[in-house]
């Protein structure tokens, strides 16, 4: 196990982009500050010092990035387990294909990027920011965000469930029977929701992971995209 911590850097994916090429698999980057974080569609990804998780996990070994397409469903079930299992949180959901929600708010955003060479990937980044102390929320959202403490009434202590996180997360990496979860789990389930191939009423997730919804009464499988509940 090989895990780094900064006090501030300008973002633990980021961080692992420029060294991943020196540091082992599953090397795992915390930081309690990042100056420069990101989320997906180039989003800025903002907390405040201190008060939210923001991690990143190295994947270089090749079962799992030829797996790639499940990694950041899998990252979202080894959170929602934290929070249900340990932290015993009601309302736990993934909003697919990686957010984590609680009742109707996300505390949770994960980001999966990969560095290619020659049409070959050379590793995975999984980078998860998981909102915990924060009551002010920055940087920019297109849904309501919520934090553990506000959901708890009550401060986490933040190390403590970096451990559990980063435990589950390796849990979950070799855990092929995380679908039936995941189904469960699915936030968007019978919701009329906005994707980038327009209104869709979302049915399900396919064994490959991708969305099953209804569209002008025909079923299409979405394998990427940002679902919204509003027209942007
Ligand atoms: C999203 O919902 O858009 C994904 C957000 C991912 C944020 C995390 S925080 C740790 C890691 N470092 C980053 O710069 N981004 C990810």
Redesign the pocket.
């Known amino acids: 196990m090989h895990t780094l911590h900064f006090q501030e850097i300008d973002?633990?994916?980021?961080y692992l982009k420029r060294n991943y090429e020196n540091l082992p698999n599953l090397t795992f980057v915390s930081a309690s500050f990042?100056t420069?974080?990101?989320?997906?569609y180039d989003?800025k990804?903002i907390s405040n010092k201190e008060e939210d998780l923001?991690?990143?996990l190295l994947i270089k070994d090749k079962k799992y990035i030829d797996d790639f397409s499940s990694l950041s469903i899998k990252s979202a079930v080894a959170i929602i387990k934290v929070l249900e299992d340990i932290y015993k949180i009601d309302n736990v959901s993934l909003k697919w294909p990686n957010?984590v929600f609680i009742n109707d708010k996300k505390v949770c955003?994960?980001?999966l990027e990969s560095i290619s060479n020659d049409n070959n990937i050379d590793c995975l980044i999984v980078?998860?920011?998981l909102n915990v102390n924060s009551s002010d929320f920055k940087g920019d959202f297109r849904i309501c965000p919520t934090s553990l403490q506000e959901v708890m009434k009550k401060p986490l202590e933040i190390d403590l469930l970096k451990k559990h996180a980063y435990e589950s997360l390796i849990d979950q990496l070799d855990n092929n029977d995380y679908l039936e979860f995941v189904r469960k789990h699915n936030y968007l389930k019978g919701k009329t929701v906005y994707s980038n191939v327009g209104k869709i009423t979302v049915k399900d997730i396919d064994d490959n992971n991708n969305l099953v919804a209804e569209k002008d009464n025909q079923i299409i499988h979405l394998n990427t995209g940002e679902i919204s509940f509003h027209l942007e």
């Not at 420069?36 to 997906?40: E, F, Q």
């Open positions: 973002s633990t994916s980021t990042q420069n974080g990101h989320g997906r989003r990804w923001l991690f990143s957010d955003g994960i980001l980078g998860i920011g």
